[in-house]
T-cell receptor
Framework: AQSVAQPEDQVNVAEGNPLTVKCTYS??????LFWYVQYPNRGLQFLLK??????LVKGSYGFEAEFNKSQTSFHLKKPSALVSDSALYFCAVRDIYGTASKLTFGTGTRLQVTL | KAGVTQTPRYLIKTRGQQVTLSCSPI?????VSWYQQTPGQGLQFLFEYFSETQRNKGNFPGRFSGRQFSNSRSEMNVSTLELGDSALYLCASSLEWDGPYEQYFGPGTRLTVT
């Protein structure tokens, strides 16, 4: 069975500092990995995805994520945080070899960026 | 291109009643998934439809059901509502039901059961 872990319920960062939101995954084969963001009272918005190839993936709003196969991680990063980045972030995985494999989401990490 | 739309946006129902939620996917998207989001349980997968067929199902009781129409629009139904069914119900669409395709989410339907 596939699973995703987001070990931090909340991450606090000062504006202008780099941010990292952690995600580790478990699949039987190779993964497709995704990051989503949710603002209050809104649905989830797609940020970026890893399919294959370059381990560093760039996405929307200046976010990027680094795929590390040996550590089974897909951490979300941004060089300089903004107050407007404060939101709930979800990591998700799908096993590329799994038949009828659904998209599995982590529990979410709340990012709080302060001035 | 219009995004995923969900109707209604807000709903208040009484225990024991039933409810139907509607989702219109992005044009050209053939897969629709449904999720329940609550503060305590987080984001939980309900089911996924493609070509009018249920492809995946989460661990929810039979009171939760869904269907997809030939135009890819989808509905989900909850019968015999319980207080614990109060949640934000999210619909998401994607091009296909499997593979590296990201899902695009609607704004959700906020269901309150009293």
């Amino acid at each position: 069975a596939q699973s995703v872990a987001q070990p931090e319920d909340q991450v606090n960062v000062a504006e202008g500092n780099p941010l990292t939101v952690k995600c580790t995954y478990s699949v039987s084969g190779n993964p497709y990995l995704f990051w989503y963001v949710q603002y209050p009272n809104r649905g989830l918005q797609f940020l970026l995805k890893y399919i294959t190839g370059d381990n560093l993936v760039k996405g929307s709003y200046g976010f990027e994520a680094e795929f590390n196969k040996s550590q089974t991680s897909f951490h979300l990063k941004k060089p300089s945080a903004l107050v407007s980045d404060s939101a709930l972030y979800f990591c998700a995985v799908r096993d590329i070899y799994g038949t009828a494999s659904k998209l599995t989401f982590g529990t979410g990490t709340r990012l709080q960026v302060t001035l | 291109k219009a995004g995923v739309t969900q109707t209604p946006r807000y709903l208040i129902k009484t225990r024991g009643q039933q409810v139907t939620l509607s989702c219109s996917p992005i044009s050209g998207h053939r897969s629709v998934s449904w999720y329940q989001q609550t503060p305590g349980q987080g984001l939980q997968f309900l089911f996924e439809y493609f070509s009018e067929t249920q492809r995946n199902k989460g661990n929810f009781p039979g009171r939760f059901s869904g269907r997809q129409f030939s135009n890819s629009r989808s509905e989900m139904n909850v019968s015999t509502l319980e207080l614990g069914d109060s949640a934000l119900y999210l619909c998401a669409s994607s091009l296909e039901w499997d593979g590296p395709y990201e899902q695009y989410f609607g704004p959700g339907t906020r269901l309150t059961v009293t």
